[in-house]
């Protein structure tokens, strides 16, 4: 079957190659045309396409704010021979959103999943950030998570020009994913006329609040300059943005799983009944602060000499502290007597909804966090015009670095254990409520003691990620007697990539003093978890309290946290060959490119394994692997000019995403059974083939010049590989049993056993259908000069399931469950009016519900049910006239998720709930001077 599919892509291939061959036309290629005719690359293609509105004279601009912006990421997408989307600036310094994910997830088949209240991480065409890459002016970036995926509240909006995403690849798209390609663009400061300059302030407030020792207020600033000389040669800009940003969160969650219980598990609970082992009500407050500068210099000495340096760094410090209150309802109650649930309350699913848990003893925790990331880019990039052949040349460097500190401590009510009766009242649309019977309020009460869970725990994990490449590219002429190409391009890029983690953990144990309370100095005062029904419990300075009366000293060498420390090298060359179209076919204008990319891959991992065969001191050993590979991926665009500016899209490709990166880890865990002999484990698997999949895309346009288009897509992909995280029999252990001797008594050593990795297995297909539209509304009556409106609807399915984790306690349940990150519905809508300097939109971003990826205590990938999102934008701003005392000078208020839309999981069937989390309204209201 595969065979066949690769047969039928190629045959499709030639097919298109000789049609067009067959129906091309003599064209007029005479010389002071021959540079016109010359198809750029894709990337500088749509690069140029985005930067047409600023080469003009900034004085002289007609079309500004959003429709400007556009106007632009209309002409990106209809010169580009891919199917993209785009967003651009409206100005310099001035995308129409908070966070550039957040204006990505109004792009169709595009969508976010918000993490601390923020949108960070992006969706393609209904699969996980996993299958997209995503790319700084033009090239692949590092992350600061555990991942591939980038978490775009790392990169200020304000230094960021446009953003492309590439539906369909082409041979020449180095780094190409699976599902899209994002590539983030800085401006081009010889694209600009005059110079110009940009300096924008805003506060902003939280909805929630102030609450312990952090703010509900904080501010941004950015300033943005771009010049060039009077000749063009020399053109530089420079951006700098500045944040601080409260997090202020109320949230109630529930353990998982949620399980059928035995008879007497739960004293008073009838057995069958799903039921949570706990439940927790936390006030979580803090600031993130970053500062992000970009600077790019451009120097052209020449007409045949174009040299670019991009330049651009990041750092955000994340602090967070949140007070929590936590009720263990398991049978297990730390020795002070059974746990008994009275008046239960239980719907017709058999789900426990409710009641009174008598005798138990709850605790008030404290958890602290602190995370610094830190990014850092450069790349230099030479063009070289010899003739009619163009030579580029380019050289780039990109490093991660993420260090983090996580604390907890625990309280309980003393000097003599207080046990407590907690009305529950577990609620699938709000907050799920536990009302206890005694006061928490009082700080002198609570000591930190040994709870059910210890004194406290602690980790330390740090992530690297470094790459570092090398591109070579020419563009050459085709030979006259191929006239219905303009070009053919050749290229190879070579890419060298290392990421590692390493996560001590420990217990943070009680010093010498023993139990007590924290001293008054460490106090912040109350916060208030009335929203769950608990009232105010005392928040305090958990990493000053862990250093005065604790002693927290990590450790990696346990045989749960060897598979947490790794690091994976990737080297990747990547040669391409792409032959540009541009003929008639019959009376229809044909652009579009075929070619062909080959990736030759060579991975592998450098780690630890934990061997429980050898003596205590020995048990941790190294261990290294790998393997290489080579991909072939043909890859064919064609974009139809059809009459009365309508534009049709055929694209085949063969395409492919690397594995996730801490799925290629070497480390694993190993023991043998000395019941059976069998060997066992769990762990990365360094052997995986990346993701691959066949692709056909169809989209049909209907612009109206540069102002408005209708559009709608169809996509297909056959995904013919997937990567599963699965237990399979018969895996080989022979090589990590070469030095192990059977005790006495002990059956003989079998070399194959049960292991727990990610496994490549069957894939399946993925479709969907995209409609968008942008619309000024003035097409239609002129009584709407200046209203708007952009929209689109994604319809996404599949028939590939996965199974859930087998080695980890998932809210997924054991069934098999959809995609991660499909969302069967996506909608977006925006309205707008600008006119006389005035401007205004409401934005509505809506996806149904999906399978999220968050990360779990012990710091690994959980898959959740999340519930669907509806989030709710909108701003207003005014710009003084040119011909005013404050020409130059505008005003804006933004608010954001305007309303308070909660984030939501349960656990298989939406009356078993996990977590309610609001991160409440978020108000900017700021100026902008542009000179």
């Known amino acids: 079957m595969l065979k066949l599919e690769r047969n039928l892509l190629s045959v499709a291939l ?56 556009i106007e632009s990421a209309i002409s990106v997408k209809r010169e580009s021979t891919s199917i993209v989307e ?126 312990a020792d952090a703010s509900a207020h904080g501010e941004r600033i950015n300033a943005s300059y771009i010049t060039r000389s009077e000749d063009r040669r020399f ?23 949620w399980q059928a219980i035995g008879d007497g598990w739960r004293p008073g609970v009838p057995a069958g009944t799903f039921y949570s082992d706990g439940i927790k009500a936390l006030r979580r407050t803090g600031n993130t602060e970053r500062d992000g500068i970009m600077a790019t210099l451009q120097f052209r000495p020449s007409n045949a000499w174009t040299s670019t340096l991009d330049l651009f760094y990041s750092e955000a410090t994340q602090v967070s502290t949140a007070n929590q209150f936590e009720v263990h309802l398991g049978d297990y109650n730390g020795g002070y007597g059974r746990l008994e649930v009275t008046d239960p309350s239980i719907n017709d699913d058999g789900t426990f909804t409710g009641g009174v848990a008598n005798n138990v003893y709850p605790l008030v925790r404290g958890m602290y966090n602190h995370r610094e990331d830190e990014i ?32 907890e401590n625990n309280t309980q009510l003393l000097p003599a254990p207080q046990l407590d009766s ?17 006061d928490y309020s009082d700080p002198g009460s609570l000591y930190l003691t040994n709870t059910i869970y ?79 029904g608990v009232g105010l419990i005392p928040s305090w300075n958990v990493p000053a309290a862990v250093e005065r009366y604790m002693s927290f000293i990590p450790v990696d060498d346990l045989s749960y946290l060897i598979p947490k420390a790794w690091r994976v090298d990737e080297k990747i060359t990547t040669g391409y060959a792409r032959a540009n179209i541009d003929t008639q076919w019959g009376s229809v204008p044909v652009r579009g490119n075929f070619g062909v990319q080959v990736q030759r891959v060579d991975q592998s991992s450098t780690a630890r394994y934990w061997d429980s065969t050898l003596p205590d001191g020995e048990n941790v050993q190294p261990i290294t692997r790998g393997k290489e590979y080579t991909d072939v ?61 066949y692709a056909f895309d169809l989209s049909y346009e209907k612009y109206f010049g540069e102002r408005a288009y209708l559009a709608a897509a169809f996509y297909y992909k056959d995904l013919r590989t997937y990567i599963y995280t699965e237990t399979r029999d018969g895996y080989d252990f022979s090589d990590l049993l070469t030095d192990y001797v059977p005790g006495p008594g002990e059956p003989p050593t ?89 401007e205004a939109r409401i934005s509505q971003r809506k996806r149904s519900d999906f399978v999220g990826e968050i990360g779990n205590f012990d710091g690994d990938r959980t898959l959740r049910y999340v519930v669907g999102e509806d989030i709710t934008d909108a701003q207003i701003s005014y710009a003084f006239g040119d011909h005013t005392a404050l020409a130059g000078l505008s005003l804006l208020f933004q608010a954001s998720n305007i309303t308070d839309e909660a984030y939501r999981t349960y656990a298989g069937t939406k009356d078993r709930p996990l977590e309610h989390i609001e991160w409440g309204r978020t108000y900017l209201l700021g100026l902008t001077y542009r000179f």
Not at 387 to 394: C, I, P, Q, S
Not at 422 to 438: A, C, K, N, W
């Open 14 to 69: 030639a097919s298109a190659m000789l049609m067009l061959a067959a129906n091309v036309h003599a064209q007029d290629t005479g010389e002071e045309d021959a540079a016109a005719q010359s198809a750029p690359q894709a990337e500088a293609e749509a690069d140029q396409a985005a930067t047409d509105a600023d080469a003009v004279n900034l004085d002289a601009v007609t079309v500004t704010g959003i429709r400007r912006g």
């Open 86 to 211: 785009a967003i651009s600036a409206e100005d310099i310094g001035k995308l129409p959103d908070v966070s550039i994910a957040e204006s990505l997830a109004r792009l169709p088949g595009v969508s976010a999943q918000r993490v601390a209240g923020r949108a960070q991480v992006i969706s393609v065409r209904g699969l996980s950030p996993d299958f997209s890459t995503t790319l700084l002016n033009g090239r692949e970036m590092v992350s600061t998570g555990d991942n591939r995926s980038v978490e775009f509240d790392q990169y200020p909006s304000e230094l960021i020009s446009n953003v492309i995403v590439y539906k369909t690849p082409d041979a020449a798209l180095v780094g190409q994913g699976l599902t899209g390609t994002l590539d983030m663009r800085t401006v081009r400061p010889l694209s600009f006329g005059e110079p110009a300059g940009v300096v924008s302030i805003r506060g902003q407030r939280n909805s929630l609040g102030s609450a």
């Open 235 to 257: 053109g530089f800009s420079i951006g700098y943005s500045h944040s601080d940003t409260p997090i202020q969160e109320n949230q109630v969650g529930l353990y998982e799983p």
């Open 376 to 407: 850092s880019a450069f790349g230099w990039n030479n063009e070289f015009f010899l003739g009619n052949v163009e030579l580029a040349a380019d050289v780039s460097y990109s490093k991660t670095e993420r260090d983090e500190i996580l604390l």
């Open 422 to 438: 907690v009305t529950l009242d577990f609620r699938s649309d709000g907050f799920s409520q536990l009302v206890p019977g005694r």
């Open 454 to 532: 210890g004194s406290g725990y602690g980790k330390t994990p740090r992530v690297e990620d470094e790459l570092r490449a090398f591109r070579l590219d020419a563009s050459i002429p085709a030979p006259q007697s191929m006239a219905w190409l303009a070009d053919v391009d050749v290229g190879i890029n070579v890419a060298d990539r290392q990421k590692s983690k390493w996560q001590p953990e420990g217990n943070i144990n009680l010093g010498a003093q023993g139990d007590t309370p924290i001293g008054d100095d460490l106090q912040y005062g109350l916060v208030d978890l009335g929203f769950a």
């Open 633 to 693: 991926l043909p890859s064919l665009n064609l974009a139809f000019s059809l009459a009365d500016d309508q534009t049709l899209r055929v694209a085949l490709a063969e395409q492919v995403a690397r594995p996730r990166v801490d799925e290629l880890r070497a480390s694993l865990e190993f023991g043998v059974n000395t019941a059976t002999g069998e060997p066992g484990g769990s762990g990365g698997n360094p052997e995986l083939d990346p993701w691959r999949a």
């Open 750 to 838: 079998q070399t194959t056993g049960r292991f727990t990795s990610p496994y490549n297995g069957e894939g399946g297909s993925l479709r969907g259908l995209e409609l968008s539209a942008s619309l000024p509304l003035d097409l239609f009556s002129e009584a709407l000069t200046g209203f708007g409106i952009v929209a689109s609807a994604s319809f996404n399915d599949s028939d590939i399931t996965i199974p859930p984790p087998p080695n980890a306690q998932s809210s997924v349940g054991s069934e098999n469950i959809a995609l991660p990150g499909l969302s069967k519905r996506v909608y977006n809508f925006t309205a707008y009016y600008e006119r006389s300097g005035f």
